[in-house]
């Protein structure tokens, strides 16, 4: 089954620790992205990727790290810098960067800093 | 920098009744336009999509959307919703440039149908 996987579903932290959410995707997908949803606003980017070993800073890229070294694997880290890091993290991938390419949604990771 | 309006934020239907929701943007220029939706407990998936040609576009689920330019619309319809279209719903917009872009989700709609 092709698709975008996820890990964990749910994932608590306690503040001042970093944490990294994983993405994967079997798609053959030249680009990947990370969304922020919170209840209200909608979805927000965080950061994206076009090809391996390239990224680019979305709207809300403060506090966020991530890296892109295979392109099946697209891992987000919400570093201690992030001031409201509870929230639910969508990871979608797309043929390519663009118009013409829909993007595909992962199942999301609820994460929870006390 | 783009934006997409979605007015209504919660919408409660009895089964059978007609849906329509409102999506705006805030571009001149070409653009592609989604609606995504949410069922609860499920990946965000894609209900419908516009990039070119008739403006009245058909997706999934017997939902359809209208494209219409002059006003910077893209509403989203179904003449007899079902208690299983339970879920949100978001609008999003894409430019089309043909460069690298990204897309602008409007803020959702959370649907409620009730038997």
């Known amino acids: 089954d092709g698709g975008i996987t996820q890990s964990p579903k749910y994932l608590f932290r306690k503040e001042g620790q970093n944490v990294t959410l994983s993405c994967e995707q079997n798609l053959n997908h030249d680009a990947m992205y990370w969304y922020r949803q919170d209840p209200g606003q909608g979805l927000r980017l965080i950061y994206y990727s076009q090809i391996v070993n390239d990224f680019q800073k979305g709207d809300i890229a403060e506090g966020y790290s991530v890296s892109r070294e295979k392109k099946e694997s697209f891992p987000l880290t919400v570093t201690s810098a992030q001031k409201n890091p509870t929230a639910f993290y969508l990871c979608?991938?797309?043929?390519?960067?663009?118009?013409?390419?829909?993007?595909?949604f992962g199942p999301g990771t609820r994460l929870t800093v006390t | 920098a783009q934006s997409v309006s979605q007015h209504n934020h919660h919408v409660i239907l009895s089964e059978a009744a007609s849906l329509e929701l409102g999506c705006n943007y805030s571009?001149?220029?070409?653009?592609?336009l989604f609606w995504y939706v949410q069922y609860p407990g499920q990946h965000l998936q894609l209900l419908l999509k516009y990039f070119s040609g008739d403006p009245l576009v058909k997706g999934i689920k017997g939902f359809e959307a209208e494209f219409i330019k002059s006003k910077f619309s893209f509403n989203l319809r179904k003449p007899s919703v079902q208690w299983s279209d339970t879920a949100e719903y978001f609008c999003?917009?894409?430019?089309?440039?043909?460069?690298?872009?990204?897309?602008?989700f409007g803020t959702g709609t959370r649907l409620q149908v009730t038997l």
């Open positions: 571009y001149g220029g070409t653009v592609n």
């Open positions: 999003a917009v894409n430019l089309n440039t043909g460069t690298a872009s990204k897309l602008t």
């Open positions: 979608a991938s797309s043929k390519r960067v663009g118009g013409f390419s829909e993007q595909y």
